[in-house]
C-alpha cells in the first residue's frame, strides 16, 4: 500500500503546480490531496496497480535471467540429470516435474508430440518431489532405473499411470516393465539420487518456481500447462539466434 500511495504522489507531485508540489505540503495535507485525487479519479488506483505489477513483473524477470545465465550449466549441462530426445540436439528443453503432478501428467502428451516432431531437442529432466512422500518414492525409483538402463521406459509409464504414485503402485509399474525390485531398492539409496533431488530444489528455488511443471527454454521461464504448439515455438526462440 505504501508503494501504491508514493506511486499517486508522483503523479500529484507533477499535476500540481510548482509552488504547491507535493513534496513542499504537510504530510496531512497530501493525505488530503491523495483521497480528493482518488475520489475524483477512482481509475487512478488500478493504473498505479498496474504500474506497479509491470515493474515487479520486470525487475522478476531481470533476476530470472541472471540466475538462468548463472545456471544454465546446471540446469542444461548436469551429468546427473536424465536427457531424453537427441542428447546431441541443438535446443535444451528443461522440465521440473512431480510424478503426483495432475498437470505434469496432462503435458506428457504435449512433450511426447513435441520430441516427435523435432529431433533435435534434448529434453532434460529435473525430478522435483514436492507432492509427498509417494512423490518421493516415485523419483527415487525413476532415478534408480537408469542403473538398468530403463529410465525413460518407467518415466513415460509412471507419467501415464492413473491414481497417485505411491510405493506400492511404483513398485507394480516397475514389475510391469521389466525391472529388476531388488536392485532397484539397492539403487534408490545411492547418492547420486540425493544429490539430484537437492539438485532440482536448489534451482528451483533460485529461480523462483513454485510448481510443476515448468519449464526452462532458452531465456524462457514457462510455468505450467503448454501445448505442442507453444512448446515448439519457444524451441524456434531459443533456436533463432543459432541461425
Known sequence: MKRLISTILVWLSLALPVP???????????????????????????????????????????????????????????????????????????????????????????????????????????????????????TRAALAAREQGLYEDFHWALMGMSGRAEESSVLRIAEDIGLDIAQLRRDMEAPEIDAHIETSMRLAQALGITGTPSFVIGDALVPGVVDEEQLSSLVSDAREPEQ
Do not use: H
Not at 523435432?118 to 514436492?130: A, G, H, M, Q, S
Open 20 to 138: 504547491t508540489a507535493a513534496q513542499d505540503l504537510s504530510e496531512d495535507r497530501v493525505r488530503e490531496l491523495v483521497l480528493e485525487t482518488i475520489r475524483e479519479n477512482p481509475e487512478i488506483i488500478m493504473e498505479a496497480i498496474a504500474i506497479l505489477e509491470a515493474r515487479q513483473s520486470e525487475a522478476q524477470a531481470a533476476s530470472q535471467g541472471e540466475v538462468l545465465a548463472k545456471e544454465r550449466d546446471a540446469l542444461e549441462r548436469d551429468p546427473n540429470a536424465p536427457v531424453l530426445g537427441n542428447p546431441e540436439g541443438d535446443v535444451t528443453v528443461v522440465e521440473f516435474f512431480d510424478y503426483n503432478c495432475p498437470y505434469c501428467r496432462r503435458v506428457k502428451p504435449e512433450v511426447e508430440a513435441l520430441l516427435e516432431a523435432d529431433p533435435n531437442i534434448r529434453l532434460v529432466y529435473r525430478e522435483w518431489p514436492i507432492l509427498g512422500e509417494g512423490s518421493v518414492f516415485a
